[in-house]
């Protein structure tokens, strides 16, 4: 799928996003908790970077939690930004945020951040180089030794065990809400529009984008998550 037709998938279903996936929450909720950890020593006044921010629910509970930091939340999608500054409005933590609708390499320059975030993003980039090259456009925001939080769906999708995962994952969007009618669109649009890769193969990705060896810190069902800091200097 071409970033264009992704933008407008986005646009259309912003609304009733947060709707829609509600009943996942306990896989988005572990990971912010997590999330929480792995960012703990960050500075009190911290300036994160938000990449593919959707409707802002990682930004919505950092926010709360520490209520010195800044965000820069950056999304493509008007729609969804729209809905991730109405939750910042209502959460009182709007005076915090910078939002930017548009791509991050045409993000304009500024200070650079001490994290990022970029939550289920990266899988939609089919081709490896450019993968590599979107990471290494957030490890040049960032100041060195700064911290990347990401996660990806990933699997070995040519071994029996992706198949048996696969349909665990499916059972479970159905107990989500998901209707049965859907499954095999989004079985489909697993292997058309997103880059399901070997875990090892996602981290590879981002050390090469600048980063050291990615660790990973949690895993849901398909979604597997990674903290990793800048090197010192980045190819651009």
Known sequence: MRSDELKTVFDQQASHYDERWA????????????????????PAQARLLCVGVGTGEEMAYLAQRFPQWTFTAVDPSGAMLAVCRHK??????????????????SLPAQAPFD???????????????????????????????????????????????YEALLQTWLNMMVRAGIPVSG??????????????????????????????????????????????RRVSSVAT
């Open 23 to 42: 009943k996942t929450a306990p896989i988005r909720d572990a990971l912010h908790f997590l999330l929480e950890a792995v960012f703990a020593e960050l």
């Open 183 to 228: 499954l095999a669109s989004m079985r489909a649009a697993y292997a058309r529009d997103v880059a399901i890769l070997p875990p090892a193969q996602v981290a590879a990705i981002i050390q090469a984008g600048g980063f050291d060896e990615p660790v990973p810190f949690y895993q849901a069902g398909l979604i597997h998550a990674w903290f990793s």
């Open 88 to 105: 910042a409005e209502q959460g009182g933590y709007v005076s915090r945020c910078r939002f930017y609708e548009g791509y991050l390499e």
């Open 115 to 161: 994290a990022a975030t970029c939550f289920l993003v990266s899988q939609f980039m089919l081709e490896q180089e450019a993968r590599v090259a979107f990471f290494q456009s957030i490890a040049a925001r960032l100041r060195p030794g700064g911290l990347l939080a990401s996660s990806d769906l990933a699997s070995d999708v040519g071994s029996p065990a």
